[in-house]
């Protein structure tokens, strides 16, 4: 039962390099989802994507770029990295009911030098 | 905008003890409530919900009832063990459909010492 599966689970990065996070998730699921974690922040959304084709900001979005290919990847691509964006990354995903919990990956562990 | 608050800091406590942690929100709407918890190295479970005022939600000795006229979504636990030790963060979602964006707190480090 893999529900929402993120590769890598680590990652170490230099200032300037570029990657792509991906999530897959075999639930069926509409709606996908990228959080950061950071110490004392609690978890903030980076970019959603409510459903197949359709993608939207986030509080955090500055950054980052996104992609859903289908209706079960949605991945996350940091264009030109920089220390601010060392963090944990999570992917999640729900039904599109406000009253369905999102179901979350084990979180991408990047750090950049 | 919706938003969601846990008191400040870490809880210590012993085995067995009562937990409370405390989550109140804000919201335009008629939200769902959810806890979440996060053991070291994982991503986030969800613990237990509950989608309309007076509904209490319950997981592994764990309980929550939804207060509308306080706002509020307190963590409670009667007996607490070591493997109870993680962070718990409260959040909320809009009930509109096609909305299921969550609104956290921004959680808090519960430690349990034998």
């Known amino acids: 039962n893999a529900g929402v599966t993120q590769t890598p689970k680590f990652q170490v990065l230099k200032t300037g390099q570029s990657m792509t996070l991906q999530c897959a998730q075999d639930?069926?699921?509409?709606?996908m989802y990228w959080y950061r974690q950071d110490p004392g922040m609690g978890l903030r959304l980076i970019y959603y994507s409510a459903s197949e084709g359709t993608t939207d900001k986030g509080e955090v979005p500055n950054g980052y770029n996104v992609s859903r290919l289908n209706k079960r990847e949605f991945s996350l691509r940091l264009e030109s990295a920089a220390p601010s964006q060392t963090s944990v990354y999570f992917c999640?995903?729900?039904?599109?009911?406000?009253?369905?919990?999102?179901?979350f990956g084990d979180g991408t562990r990047l750090s950049i030098l | 905008g919706d938003s969601v608050t846990q008191m400040e800091g870490p809880v210590t406590l012993s085995e067995e003890a009562f937990l409370t942690i405390n989550c109140t929100y804000t919201a335009t709407g008629y939200p769902s409530l959810f806890w979440y918890v996060q053991y070291p190295g994982e991503g986030l479970q969800l613990l237990l919900k509950?989608?309309?005022?007076?509904d209490k939600g319950s997981n592994k000795g764990f309980e929550a009832t939804y207060r509308k006229e306080t706002t509020s979504f307190h963590l409670e636990k009667g007996s607490v063990q070591v493997s109870d030790s993680a962070v718990y963060f409260c959040a909320l979602s809009d009930q509109d459909y096609g909305n299921n964006r969550l609104a956290f707190g921004k959680g808090n480090q519960v430690v349990v010492i034998p």
């Open positions: 999640a995903s729900s039904g599109v009911k406000g009253n369905q919990p999102q179901h």
């Open positions: 509950a989608t309309k005022a007076d």
């Open positions: 639930m069926n699921h509409n709606s």
